[in-house]
């Protein structure tokens, strides 16, 4: 029986400390300190939204693990630190490695936000060693946070984010992800090894994507069971759908009617309708904060899509001399490519590809 394990995620923005030259006013510097406590907010607020959501989980992992994190200067770093709870093996590795799960959402959010504010992209180190931060004081101390460091500072070189080698070595923690990956990402790996030097690095838009993949999917099987089952077209049980995720109780009735008949909605089809969504309430009920939540996770990652294809396609030309600067720009701009690839099947991320990347 043990403890399960902590992890510690050190993330660095890309080129903020040439920005940082600049700072030479309280103006200036207020402006800088603002932009990073709103990276902190939104970080915070997704907390809220997870803990919300996960208070009627089966497995809660807010019932297992503290979240904090803090800015230093133009860095950031995250940790999840296990309570005193002891696990069996099996519930270690599952339960440890899922809340990795979590993060990763969470950087998504912070990395789209960087992106659309300031052009600008992170790279990091992940360790599992302790780290503890005191968020009123702004202050982290730590093995964790000094190996994540050296990750970030000695090794990741391009935009990206490695896990330590001492965890990517364990034949254990590895497995248990790939099962995670197969349970929530359609057997997609959240790790992968780079070629540029087999170094596992965070696949944080491979992931997402296979996890909006899969829910997708899975919202289309419901879909197609209802209209097989009361023979009502796609347009009406989409239109549906959007109205008893979107609106709120009280005005439901009302959007409804109006919703009837502007799609000239039969009678028969009304009874039918009736039918189902005294049927579908209580499943709306229990699943609506997910729905919400991969909603919300579908937005930010067209954001973060759009933004990345528009940074990448400007710096590749603005350093095409630079070899140094633009080595960075083609690793992220083959690294969007690839997984664009993968997912080649998903509608709306093909648009982003960069269609040529210079350079090379």
Do not use: C
């Amino acid at each position: 029986m043990k403890k399960l394990m902590q992890w510690t995620y050190f993330l660095d923005i890309l080129g903020y400390g040439e920005e940082q030259k600049s700072i030479d006013t309280h103006e200036k510097a207020n402006t800088f300190i603002e932009f990073m406590k709103r990276n902190k907010f939104l970080i915070d607020k997704q907390e809220l939204f997870d803990k919300h959501a996960y208070k009627d989980k089966i497995v809660n992992i807010y019932d297992y693990y503290d979240f904090k994190s803090v800015f230093i200067s133009d860095s950031f770093v995250l940790t999840a630190i296990p309570k005193e709870t002891l696990f069996d093996e099996e519930d270690y590795y599952n339960l440890s490695t899922f809340v990795v799960m979590e993060l990763t959402f969470k950087i998504l959010i912070l990395l789209e936000h960087i992106l659309t504010e300031k052009g600008l992209l992170i790279r990091g180190g992940i360790s599992n060693k302790f780290t503890d931060i005191d968020e009123e004081s702004s202050l982290a101390v730590g093995q964790g946070l000094i190996e994540a460091y050296k990750l970030e500072s000695k090794f990741a070189e391009v935009p990206r984010i490695l896990l330590s080698e001492e965890i990517s070595s364990d034949v254990k923690i590895m497995g248990s992800f790939k099962e995670h990956s197969e349970k929530y990402g359609e057997n997609f790996s959240i790790f992968s090894k780079d070629r540029l030097d087999n170094l596992y690095y965070l696949d944080y838009l491979g992931y997402i994507l296979s996890f909006l993949h899969k829910s997708e999917n899975e919202r289309l099987d419901i879909q197609n069971i209802m209209e097989e089952k009361y023979a009502i077209t796609e347009d009406i049980i989409t239109g549906l759908n959007k109205l008893v995720i979107e609106e709120e109780a009280e005005k439901l009735p009302i959007k409804l009617a109006d919703f009837f008949i502007e799609n000239e909605v039969s009678d028969e089809d009304l009874i039918k309708i009736n039918k189902m969504l005294k049927e579908s309430s209580k499943i709306l009920t229990e699943i609506k904060d997910d729905i919400k939540n991969i909603q919300s996770i579908k937005y930010t990652t067209i954001n973060t899509l759009s933004k990345l294809q528009e940074v990448i396609s400007f710096n590749l030309e603005k350093y095409s001399t630079k070899k140094d600067i633009l080595n960075k720009y083609i690793w992220l701009g083959d690294y969007l490519n690839k997984t664009i690839d993968d997912f080649s099947d998903i509608e709306f991320i093909k648009q982003y590809k960069i269609i040529e990347i210079l350079g090379k």
